[in-house]
């Protein structure tokens, strides 16, 4: 049994900003919104879990914005896809399934990013159908599961959301 060989891109430094940006964006949220919290006047001198359990509209953003540092995970391990020319569809499926998230949990402006991510991969990149009917069905299942887990979460979360009136 050989390996399989797999074709590498040369960096694209303009997707490499865009993709350690908006890592590092997600990956600051919840720390943002929880310092944000305890900053306020009007909780102040109470502990963090007595001001989730009296205020569910902050227990609701918390939960929206811990899914951020997972999407951030995935992004990460989807650079290694990015450099592959065998998996362009995926990337591409990954990056709109996450969108699809972004937009359920209420994200907008995380999901602005994840547009920028996609034109500056589209520029590096054609994807034509031809390719997406040869690519191995198994394989673009397998890279599109975290991003499919996580827009099952943001359903979830979106029903919760709505289901307390938010």
Known sequence: MGRKTVKVRPKNKL????????????????FLLIFMVKMNPDLK???????????????ISLMRLCCLP????I???????????????????????LI?????LGQVYFAA????????????VTLKWQELKETPKRDLLKQ?????V???????????AKRVGL
């Open 75 to 97: 992004l990460y391990k989807m650079d290694y896809y990015t450099q592959s020319v065998v998996n362009d569809w995926a990337v591409m499926l990954s990056l709109f399934l």
């Open 15 to 30: 997707l490499e900003r865009v993709r350690v940006v908006t890592q590092i964006l997600f990956m600051s949220a919840p």
């Open 113 to 124: 990013l994840i547009v920028a991510l996609i034109f500056a991969f589209s520029n590096k």
């Open 45 to 59: 001198g109470l502990d963090f879990q007595t001001i989730i359990e009296t205020h569910p509209v902050i227990l």
């Open 70 to 73: 997972f999407m951030a995970y």
């Open 100 to 104: 699809a998230s972004l937009l359920l």
């Open 150 to 160: 996580m827009l099952l979460v943001s359903i979830l979360i979106f029903v919760v």
């Open 144 to 148: 599109c599961i975290p991003s499919l």
